[in-house]
Each structure stands twice: as C-alpha cells, then as structure tokens.
C-alpha cells in the first residue's frame, strides 16, 4: 500500500510491506519465540508454559549441582574468578554461533554502553562464583532470592523513591530471613566465612543494577539478545583476563585446572551450557506469560535447587535454614503482590470474618436439619 501527497515543497511516500515481503527479524520475533530451535508458537499456551518450565527447571537444577559439584573439588575454591573466565568465554562462543542464526548481525548498541554492561556482568558473576568459595551453596542461593533489598535502597538513597507498605515489609521480610539464616549457617558450618557474605552482596548490588541498564540499552537500540551476550560477555572476558594477569591469578589456576581437565574444564563448559540454555527459557516465560508466573517459577526452581543441594551434597543441616527460607519466600511473594495488584486481589480481612461466620451459621443449619 502507498500512500503519496505530493506539492510543490514536500513529498512523503508511506510504504507498507506485504506479508511475502522479508520483514527485519526483530519484527518477525514479535510473532515467533523461538527457544533452542524449537518455535514455541506453534504450539497452545498450556504446552508453551510446560516447556519453558520444564526448561528452567531441568536446565537450573543442572546448572546449580554442576556449579556446587565444581567447588567440591579440593583445591578449587580459591579459583572461583577462572571459573567465570571460562563462562564468560563459552557464552562468548555461544552468542557467537547464535548470531549467526539471525539475518541483521550489526551491533546496534553503543560500545561505551556495553562496556558498563561487561563490568557489571563481571561484578555479578565473578563475585557470585567466587562467594561459594566461602559459603554455603544453599546461602549463595537464598542471598540471590532477595535483590529487591539492594534495588530498594539504591531507590530510596539515589532517585529519592518512596514505596509502599507492601514493598517495605517485602524488604524487611528478606532481611530478617537472611539474618536468620545467615546466623544458622554461622553456627553449625564449620568453613563459614564472613567474606563470602560480603562477595555475594556485592554481587546483589551489581544485579540490581545491570538489569536495568541491559533492558534501557535494548529497548532504546532494539538489540537482539544474541547480541547483547556476544558482547557484553566477550569485554567481561577481556576484563577478567587483565584483572587475574595483574594479579598472577591466571598461572596457578592454569596449572590447577590443567591437572584435572576433565572435573573442570569439563565440568565448567556443562555449566556453562545448561546456564544459557536456562536464561533463553526464562526470557521466553516472561515474554509470554510476563513477569510475575516468570518469578513465581524461578522462586520454586531455587527453592528445589536449596532442596537437593541438602540431600545430594552431605553438610550440616538444622531447621532455622527452613523458617528463615520460608522468611524469605513470604517477602518475595509480597514483592510481587505489590507489583500486581490489580491482577491479584488478596480479600479483606472483614470479608474473611464474614466467610467464616457464614460458614459456621451453615454449619448450623445443617446439624439442626
């Protein structure tokens, strides 16, 4: 269809393309989510929503044993930060050979832009991989539970934010369950160490923040997410080889993995795999059913992964790990209630009396039959 107004000064042609056209491909995966090859769009909501949870669960709870498996391994926890090196490095060749896949391969965000992506994704998985070097892999994963804490804060410190009652208690749940656990993990793991605890918060902060700059970059540039991995990741490669060069990291943990090629860098390519493989999932559960069943899912896949940690891997165990876990999981639904109020709709305390007496009158009524 051309639409043509033609005068003396302007001259302005509109032309929409027909459906035999080719179309960019980022228009075309408006329609089409395509995960692993397999385009989802063929298939109902209900067979969708199984496969991406599916997906994340087994791909998940891979990644999660591999990882603890990996940190088992005597002698490794100092080489937490090789360990993201390698990562970085297959989800660089990942990216890479997914590219290849799709028609417009230009960058379109800004090479500044995706230098502050890199440095924070270094921060965020660097110092994730290196805590478990001084912590408990059930700790690690509660910790990540809660980056609402450090997005609220740097809220209400930096852009003056206010929020409300139910983002607040959400906030002072997580705290007081990771307080909690974190004292249970103090008392009985005999490697606790407070520098782990000061890693994995750190790495919160770094969280917080990246997923805001990589949705703002996206959005603003409409960057595919092949993209954004082959980049970002591929600079974080760069930094994290210049930072273990200057600290003559990068020899000893050579010679360490070089001793045992198969249980790390084995070990480090499943994990890195079944890592990508996962967050393609996630994305497409958000893209189709948004963020709150996204949410809802990764909570009971980390939750399972807490679960199986315990019984697969032998370490202590008592029952404040439980109440302080179910802490943590009662803020983050709050979290998400806040967020969604108007799609779930909790009823009221004096509407719960009236249910209750109604019951009871019936009750009533039908013993006196």
Known sequence: ???????????????????????????????????????????????????????????????????????????????????????????????????QFIQDKRRRIPGKTYMIIAFLTVGTMGLSNTSLGYLN?????????????PVMLGGVFI???????????????MSLGLIWFT?????????????????????????????????????????????????????GFVYILLGL????????AVTFCSKNPIRTYGYAFLFSLTGYFGISFVLALIKIFG??????????RKAMTIVLSFIVFSKPFTFQYVWSGLLVVFGIFLNVYSKNMDKIRLPSFYNLINKTMEVRKSRTLAQNV
């Open 1 to 99: 269809m051309d639409l043509k107004f033609n005068n003396s000064r302007k001259y302005i042609s509109i032309t929409v393309p027909s459906k035999t056209q080719a179309m960019s491909p980022h228009i075309k995966s408006i329609d089409d989510i395509i995960v692993l090859g397999i385009n989802l769009s063929r298939f109902n909501k209900l067979t969708q929503f199984f496969i991406c949870v599916a997906g994340v669960f087994v791909f998940y709870l891979i990644y999660g044993y591999i990882q603890e498996l990996i940190f088992s391994l005597e002698g490794f926890k100092p080489y937490g930060w090789y360990l993201t090196l390698v990562q970085f490095a297959f989800y660089s060749i990942f990216g890479l050979i997914e590219l």
């Open 137 to 149: 892999y059930p700790t690690q994963v509660i910790f990540k539970c809660c980056k609402l804490i």
């Open 159 to 173: 852009q003056g934010k206010r929020y409300n009652i139910a983002d607040v208690s959400a906030a002072m749940c």
């Open 183 to 235: 004292l249970a993990d103090s008392s009985i793991a005999p490697n606790f160490n407070l520098t782990g605890v000061i890693l994995i918060s750190l790495a919160l902060c770094a969280d917080a923040v990246i997923g805001n700059v990589q949705e703002k970059a996206m959005k603003l540039h409409s960057a595919s997410n092949s993209e954004m991995v082959l980049y970002s990741y591929s600079i």
């Open 245 to 252: 060069t200057c600290t003559s990291g990068l020899g000893p």
């Open 291 to 300: 963020a709150l069943l996204a949410v809802t899912v990764t909570t009971g």
